[in-house]
C-alpha cells in the first residue's frame, strides 16, 4: 500500500502543485489549509508523514509541530517543513521541535520527492532481526523501537536512523557530512545542514537520559558513541 502523505499549506497555488506532483509519484494524499484542519485530519487518520508549511495564519507550522511532537500518539511522526528563503532562525527551531527535515521555497518537484522518499524511508532490518544493545539502550530494528533500562522511548523517525548510526559505528568517529549524507540523503552539506545534526544529536542526548552521556562530541569533526561501561 503505498504512504499517506498530509500536506498543510495555506497557499492554494503552492498546495496543489505538491499534491499533483505527491500524487503522480503513488501517494495518497490529503491537504489542509490551516494548522487546526491538519490536526482535526492528524487525529480523524493519521498519515505517514506531513508537509507543514511553516508561515500559516492563526497556528502556524511551528505550534502545529509542537502539538504533534507532545502527542505521544504522534510523537514519532515524520514531519518535513516548507519554508521560506529567508527563514533559517525558524527552521532552526523547527528541527528543535522535532521536525525530520526542511524544504525551502521555491523548490523542485524532483527535490520535494526526493525529501519525501528519504524521510519515509525506513529500516529494511526484518522483523526478528538481532536488537543493538549498547548499555542499557536497546534498539529493535524489526519494530524500529528504543527503550532505555526497559523503558520505552519516543523518538523520530530522524533520531531513530542518527542513533542507530552511532550504535553500529561502535566507537568510531563519525563526521557531520557522514551522518547527513546517510541518515538524511544529503551529499553536500551547508551551515545549517551541519547544525541540522547538532540539533538531533542534543534532543538524542536528552531522550537517552544516562545513556545520552555516551554521544561524544569529536571537536571539528562529529560525534562518536561511547561504548565503555
Not at 42 to 60: E, G, H, I, S
Not at 136 to 158: C, E, I
Amino acid at each position: 500500500m503505498s504512504s499517506r502523505v498530509l500536506i498543510v499549506e495555506d497557499e492554494p497555488d503552492i498546495r496543489e502543485l505538491v499534491v499533483h506532483h505527491l500524487k503522480r509519484d503513488g501517494y495518497q494524499v490529503t491537504a489542509a489549509s490551516s494548522g487546526e484542519e491538519a490536526l482535526r485530519q492528524v487525529q480523524a487518520v493519521p498519515p505517514d508523514l506531513v508537509l507543514l508549511d511553516l508561515m500559516m495564519p492563526v497556528m502556524d507550522g511551528l505550534e502545529v509541530c509542537r502539538r504533534l511532537r507532545q502527542d505521544p500518539a504522534t510523537a514519532g511522526l515524520p514531519i518535513v517543513m516548507l519554508t521560506a528563503k529567508g527563514d533559517e532562525v525558524d527552521r532552526v527551531l523547527g528541527l528543535e521541535l522535532g521536525a525530520d527535515d526542511y524544504i525551502v521555497k521555491p523548490f523542485s518537484p524532483k527535490e520535494l520527492l526526493a525529501r519525501v522518499r528519504a524521510v519515509l524511508r525506513r529500516s529494511g532490518a526484518a522483523p526478528g532481526a538481532a536488537p543493538l544493545r549498547l548499555g542499557a539502550l536497546v534498539m529493535d530494528l524489526g519494530t524500529h523501537t528504543v527503550s532505555v533500562g526497559g523503558l520505552a522511548l519516543s523518538l523520530t523517525p530522524k533520531e531513530f536512523d542518527l542513533l542507530r548510526a552511532l550504535v553500529e559505528a561502535r566507537g568510531r568517529v563519525l563526521s557531520r557530512e557522514f551522518l547527513l549524507d546517510r541518515v538524511w540523503g544529503y551529499s553536500r552539506a551547508s551551515e545549517i545542514e551541519s547544525r541540522t545534526v547538532d540539533v538531533h544529536v542534543r534532543r538524542l542526548r536528552v531522550k537517552l537520559g544516562a545513556e545520552g552521556r555516551r554521544i561524544l562530541t569529536v571537536k571539528s569533526v562529529g560525534y562518536r558513541m561511547e561504548t565503555a561501561p
